[in-house]
């Protein structure tokens, strides 16, 4: 007990070193992506926007394929990656209603410009959670490198357009690509321990 009483103020005070550490570390790299508007505003709002037409059109496009071709395990992975995607945005929104972080242009206005209208909790990132689980998904469903690069590379530029636009800090995006990883790997999992079961 005596221990416990003077070791809790030493881990108190490491909690918030390592915090207020992280938080420069958050600020110093998204002052470096994010800048002042200019010319390539567009391009990168037009990724960000794109997210989420690209995510739920890859499992729904794999849907239809599976079944105008009456493909079985097409079908499978079609529903594995839309699952992924629901516990991703799931997660996400439950992170956000718990750790309640604003936005990195509202909380800092002084060193951050506001490209989006985003005004919602800050972390983790939708964007990134969303795409990342589509690339996971994918990447596990059709494990070939010309899957694989293109997917986490599109998924990696829709969290860099969330941190250019001054929208989220890049622990946002981490938390967002962990979520939506983590998602897609629990539903592949899930999935084969269904399929087992069932034979």
Same mark, same amino acid.
């Given at each position: 007990m005596r221990l416990l009483k003077s070791t809790f103020p030493i881990l108190i005070s490491l909690f918030f070193v390592i915090k207020t550490n992280a938080q420069t570390i958050d600020i110093d790299l998204l002052?470096?992506? =994010? $800048?002042p508007p200019s010319s390539g505003d567009q391009f990168w709002k037009g990724v960000s926007k794109s997210d989420y037409i690209v995510v739920v059109g890859a499992p729904v496009t794999m849907l239809a394929? $599976?079944? !105008?071709?009456?493909?079985?395990?097409?079908?499978?992975r079609a529903i594995e990656t839309g699952g992924a995607l629901l516990? /991703?945005? &799931?997660?996400?929104?439950?992170?956000? =209603?718990?750790?309640?972080?604003?936005r990195p242009y509202l909380a800092h206005p002084e060193l951050f410009y506001g490209k989006s209208n985003s005004t919602d909790s800050s972390f983790p990132s939708g964007h990134t959670?969303? /795409?990342?689980?589509?690339?996971?998904s994918m990447s596990m469903a059709f494990p070939k490198w010309y899957v694989i690069a293109p997917s986490? !590379?599109? /998924?990696?530029?829709? &969290?860099?357009?969330?941190?250019?636009l001054g929208v989220h800090?890049?622990?946002?995006?981490? $938390? $967002?690509?962990?979520? &939506?990883? &983590?998602?897609a790997f629990l539903t592949f999992k899930l999935q084969r321990w269904l399929d087992k079961k069932g034979h």
């Open positions: 002052r470096n992506i =994010n $800048g394929v $599976g079944l !105008a071709t009456n493909d079985k395990e097409l079908k499978i516990l /991703a945005q &799931g997660s996400t929104m439950l992170l956000k =209603n718990v750790v309640h972080r604003e959670s969303s /795409a990342f689980a589509m690339a996971t986490f !590379a599109y /998924a990696s530029a829709v &969290g860099y357009s969330r941190m250019y800090y890049p622990s946002d995006v981490l $938390g $967002g690509a962990l979520v &939506g990883a &983590g998602s």
